[in-house]
């Protein structure tokens, strides 16, 4: 069965900082696709990055950067020089291309909080 | 594209009550889903649906719960009868081909007292 699992549920720095974000992902699965969301204080789900297992490039979005490795079933997202309006709850997920169709497991979270 | 509209965006009911939420999806867009979401559960899928039939249905909790999508622009979540602890934010979601990203609605955040 397929898992995500984000350690941490909180974290808070101040602006301006760096912040990681850790993601584990459990699949049976060789193909398979692992998504990361922001949930901003006014709570609707905003899609950030889509990554399929056979690119394990780093990705590169303005602050956003996403490191996926294979080897450790991790697809860890880093913020760089946080800001206030980067505080929000991530998720991270994971679709199975084979066994489980189209849906979406999601992480628990991690709620971000970005202190002025 | 106004992307994925769900409504109404706060329900309030009382216990017993039939409640009926709305989504309208992305035009073009082949799957859409029901995702429920609540502190002690987080984020879990309710049903999906491909081509207006639905493909699984093994997150619905019970038989209280039904949805459907009479056509490509529509669907509905009917719980009937709704108890507290249906309390939760329920988002739709669409997307268009297999495994590629799925775009949310702004949720319908429901309160049954």
């Known amino acids: 069965a397929q898992k995500v699992t984000q350690a941490q549920t909180e974290i808070s720095v101040v602006e301006k900082e760096d912040v990681t974000l850790d993601c584990v992902y459990e699949t049976r699965d060789t193909t398979y696709y692992l998504f990361w969301y922001k949930q901003p204080p006014s709570g609707e789900l905003v899609f950030l990055i889509r990554?399929?297992?056979?690119?394990?490039q780093n990705e590169i979005s303005g602050r956003y950067s996403w490191n996926f490795q294979k080897s450790t079933s991790s697809f860890n997202f880093t913020i760089t020089a946080s800001q206030v309006v980067d505080s929000a709850v991530y998720f991270c997920a994971l679709s199975e291309a084979e066994a489980a169709g189209n849906k979406l497991t999601f992480g628990g979270g991690t709620r971000v909080l970005v202190k002025p | 594209d106004a992307g994925v509209i769900q409504s109404p965006r706060h329900e309030v009911t009382e216990m017993g009550q039939e409640v009926t939420l709305r989504c309208k999806p992305i035009?073009?867009?082949?799957?859409l889903f029901w995702y429920r979401q609540t502190m002690m559960r987080g984020l879990e899928l309710l049903i999906y649906f491909n081509n207006n039939v639905p493909i699984d249905d093994s997150g619905m909790p019970e038989d209280r719960f039904s949805a459907k999508m009479p056509n490509a622009s529509f669907s509905t979540l009917k719980i009937q009868p709704s108890e507290p602890r249906d309390s939760a934010v329920y988002f739709c979601a669409s997307n268009q081909g297999h495994n590629t990203e799925a775009f949310f609605g702004q949720g319908t955040r429901l309160t049954v007292v």
């Open positions: 990554r399929n297992s056979f690119d394990e």
């Open positions: 035009s073009g867009h082949d799957y």
